[in-house]
């Protein structure tokens, strides 16, 4: 039996990645689109052929259904995930879980309340090169870790329908939380919190469009060293490299395979894939709906939990704190 | 007190003008949008309110015009956008009788191998088939148009727009690392104009234009040689230098082959294998090509394979080309070689650069280095990104 899934947010994210993504998964049965423009989100569900329930609050829905995914402005977040959860809805919320650490605590506590399963769309966790990675870190494979940067970049980006991007507020930060958390999600997830991290950034009060990270972890000789570079108005080939006792290894985005440059063979690049792919080829969208869908009917914890997204928005919050401005002083020596 | 609308402004050039107002404590600036996608650098500022407008909506033009004293147009987009869009701009800024209209036209007007005359505005433009010159002199007829009639305005014509944040820039960078520019013998002159001077002989034409519809170049202090350019821009590609390149084999590579028509090849273009495949996807028309390939199977002998050679022809195999993939409409830019002059600006409205090229190059170069973390400890590998 397929999870009944509505969506709340019929926003530019939703009609891009998500519901793609859940009408491609056998697992999922889109059920309802829940908007405040119910005109919109009508015509859009008929784009899509679909004769679903629209409503414009979650509380108007009359059918039933399983859990939700929200995908409004990130203020939205929490009341919207509360609410969810005291419906009996699983949440996925898209990222960040919340626009402050105290509303994302609401919602881990609303979690623990209601014994149902939140989830977290930081779904470039599912990159089959990230996992890749991950797992050959775990098994050593490239001894030590000196340092690694990482940068994303384009200039300018998503337009949305609600605009909520040109608030500081409604965002909760500028391009690190945007752009910037998914990979601090990764980063999280691989080496914990940093142990120090200072912040730069071109906010003049409103969202920023530039920032840049540097971090450390641990101390002495196994310390890592760490930068981090989001940018929304240059273009930025992304990815993440890593200075590791084996040799530089390089992560491209949403990529299958993995370089690596030995340090003993400057001359060479060796390709790293796995030899049995699974179901790697599937999009990390539809691979994110599936593991959030697995989590509720099995009660596994999800590949990213609630814990997980509180962990994000306290290290936003952290770096947010030790911020101080990106120098853009180009015609001075 | 002024208050300037500026349409376009999440543009480069739209940014650097209202950065540039947003310091005259005696206007106030409209800065409007199409979408908030692009508008990053100007949405960081909490002193500057962002007005989101399709210019091909009347309504919502004019609600943006009210008060407005003098308007900048920067907008890009589709040819609506620019035709029409430009059309409503300049009929509501006469409605709301504003005091100067300024808009942004291009060299391109002048066509891809401008005239040697063209080195001043007098010269008459001919966009020569260049496709955004000709849609650019289209607008610059209608701004003139409109300022016959009435409504002041002014048009300020830039070559390639250079400084931190140039697409331009970034995009000859990016080409450079890649090897598709060459370098063309010889010193051919390439005029760039720095944003942050763009903006400010706009600034001039928007307080001291005449209003006539004159059309004004703007440049940099001198006319920079594509050597001087792509010497700046090298060491950002990790490039010792370019190509050499004639202009003979530019023009050469230019040249498209004559079109010849042949009916009985189009007609085995229409039974060939890539056509029966799309047709095949239809089930009657793919039970129909099983059926007419079985016929062909029972056929005599080697019949099968020569009617398949007739319809296909031999199988070819295309000679590997080893030169470097060279971007030849690009390079082609080179033989303009005509340095637009902004001796007009300089008499007329008092024009002064801000920057010298080589100051905006080198502002460039370390915008460059920073923005790719090239001024960290990270710099080794962060070059394995590039």
């Known amino acids: 039996m397929p999870y009944k899934l509505a ?155 609600s605009n909520y991007l040109m608030d500081r507020q409604t965002v909760g930060g500028g391009v690190l939380v945007v752009t910037g958390t998914h990979f601090l999600d990764r980063m999280l997830d691989l080496f914990g919190f940093p142990d120090e991290l200072s912040l730069q950034d071109d906010s003049l009060g409103g969202p920023e469009a530039n920032a840049r990270l540097l971090m450390s972890f641990g101390e002495g000789e196994t310390q890592i060293q760490g930068y981090a570079h989001f940018s929304k108005s240059a273009k930025l080939r992304s990815g993440m490299v890593l200075d590791t006792e084996k040799g530089h290894v390089l992560l491209a985005d949403n990529q299958t395979d993995l370089t690596l440059y030995p340090h003993d063979s400057p001359d060479i690049a060796l390709k790293l894939h796995r030899t049995a792919p699974g179901r790697q080829r599937a999009n990390q969208f539809q691979l994110q709906i599936e593991d959030f869908v697995h989590s509720c009917r099995n009660g596994q914890p999800p590949a990213v939990s609630a814990r997980d997204g509180l962990l994000s928005l306290e290290l936003l919050e952290a770096a947010y704190a030790n911020r101080r401005a990106f120098a853009e002083n180009w015609f001075e020596e | 007190m002024k208050k300037v609308a500026v349409f376009g402004a999440s543009g480069f050039a739209g940014t650097a003008v209202v950065e540039r107002l947003l310091k005259k404590p005696d206007i106030d600036v409209v800065a409007i949008i199409h979408s908030d996608g692009n508008a990053w650098r100007l949405s960081r500022r909490k002193d500057l309110a962002l007005r989101q407008v399709d210019i091909t909506v009347r309504e919502q033009v004019r609600a943006v015009m009210e008060n407005v004293t003098h308007v900048v147009n920067c907008t890009r987009g589709s040819d609506t956008v620019m035709l029409k869009g430009l059309e409503i701009l300049l009929s509501e800024a006469k409605l709301a ?85 060459g370098l063309l013998e010889g010193d051919h002159a390439c005029v760039t104009v720095d944003v942050d001077n763009l903006a400010k002989a706009i600034e001039l034409a928007l307080f001291g234009g005449d209003g006539s519809g004159s059309r004004y170049f703007v440049t940099d202090d001198h006319a920079a040689t594509w050597a001087e350019l792509t010497g700046y821009l090298c060491g950002l590609a990790g490039k010792q230098k370019l190509m050499p390149l004639t202009a003979q084999e530019i023009e050469s590579r230019l040249q498209t082959p004559p079109v010849s028509y042949n009916p009985l090849r189009s007609l085995k273009h229409l039974v060939s294998s890539d056509v029966r495949e799309a047709l095949r996807k239809d089930p009657l028309l793919c039970k129909g090509d099983m059926f007419l390939r079985g016929l062909i199977a029972k056929l005599p002998g080697n019949l099968e394979d020569r009617v398949r050679l007739g319809v296909e022809g031999p199988t070819r195999v295309a000679k590997v080309d080893h030169a470097p993939a060279i971007n030849w409409a690009f390079c082609a830019a080179q033989l303009r070689d005509v340095a637009h002059s902004c001796e007009r600006l300089q008499r007329d409205l008092g024009y002064t650069p801000d920057h010298s090229f080589a100051e905006s190059m080198s502002a460039y170069v370390r915008w460059y280095n920073r923005m790719h973390g090239y001024d960290t400890g990270f710099a080794d590998i962060l070059k394995r990104l590039a």
Request: charge should be negative; include cysteine; aromatic fraction near 8%.
């Open chain 1, 7 to 161: 969506v709340i947010g019929v926003g530019k994210i939703s009609l891009a990645s998500h519901i793609p993504a859940a009408l491609a998964s056998p697992l999922v049965s889109l059920a309802a689109f829940v908007d405040p423009d119910v005109k919109r989100a009508k015509s859009f569900a008929d784009e899509f052929g679909l004769d679903i329930e629209i409503a414009a609050r979650i509380g108007d829905l009359k059918g039933s259904v399983d859990g939700a995914l929200i995908a409004a402005p990130n203020h939205l977040h929490a009341p919207l995930a509360i609410e969810c959860l005291e419906n009996g809805l699983d949440v996925l919320i898209e990222k960040p879980l919340a626009s402050t650490v105290a509303e994302g605590r609401a919602i881990t506590e609303a979690e623990q309340k209601t014994g149902k399963t939140v989830s977290v769309g930081y779904c470039t966790r599912h990159y089959p090169n990230y996992r890749l990675f991950k797992d050959l870190l775990a098994r050593q494979y490239f001894g030590r870790v000196h340092k690694f940067a990482y940068q994303f970049g384009t200039p300018g980006g998503w337009s949305t329908f």
């Open chain 2, 97 to 181: 009788a504003v005091e100067q209209f300024v808009h942004i036209s291009s060299v391109l007007i002048y066509g891809d191998r401008p005239a040697t005359e063209s080195v001043h505005e007098t010269a008459a433009p001919d966009p020569q088939g260049n496709a955004y010159g000709v849609l650019k002199l289209k607008q610059d007829e209608m701004v003139q148009s409109a300022a016959g009639k009435g409504l002041p305005a002014t048009i300020i014509c830039p070559p390639n727009i250079i400084g931190p944040y140039s697409l331009f820039l970034g995009g000859l960078v990016e080409m450079i690392k890649s090897d598709k520019v």
